[in-house]
Nanobody, 124 residues
Framework: QPQLVESGGGLVQPGGSLNISCTVT????????IGWFRQAPGREREAVLC????????TYTDSVKGRFTVSRDTAKNNVHLEMNSLKPEDTAVYYC?????????????????WGRGTQVTVSS
């Protein structure tokens, strides 16, 4: 059974940076798209960025454009989300998910596998 495990969350001050990771087992990044999602208290879960099995990435949340980037290490089978210039409104539980395409994962929200999430808190 494939598993996705997020790590690296924590407390960071506004304007700071944080890198979180998604370690994937049981499936290959060459076969699956990985999406990063977040859910803030009282809000719906939203797609942040996706990276396809070909390594193409796309941002789906306008507020993180220019601040968040996604990368992957196919040898280690993990995906990283680099977050810079963090704002209090970035506070959320961040999840990674795996599915067949950018469209299904980040547009249709039809991922096959999900991690349990990691908390990111931006506060002074």
């Amino acid at each position: 059974q494939p598993q996705l495990v997020e790590s690296g969350g924590g407390l960071v001050q506004p304007g700071g940076s944080l890198n979180i990771s998604c370690t994937v087992t049981g499936l290959s990044l060459n076969d699956y798209t990985i999406g990063w999602f977040r859910q803030a208290p009282g809000r719906e879960r939203e797609a942040v960025l996706c990276i396809s099995r070909d390594g193409y990435s796309k941002t789906y949340t306008d507020s993180v454009k220019g601040r968040f980037t996604v990368s992957r290490d196919t040898a280690k089978n993990n995906v990283h989300l680099e977050m810079n210039s963090l704002k209090p409104e970035d506070t959320a539980v961040y999840y990674c998910a795996a599915g067949l395409s950018l469209y299904f994962v980040c547009v249709q929200n039809q991922s096959d596998y999900w991690g349990r999430g990691t908390q990111v808190t931006v506060s002074s």
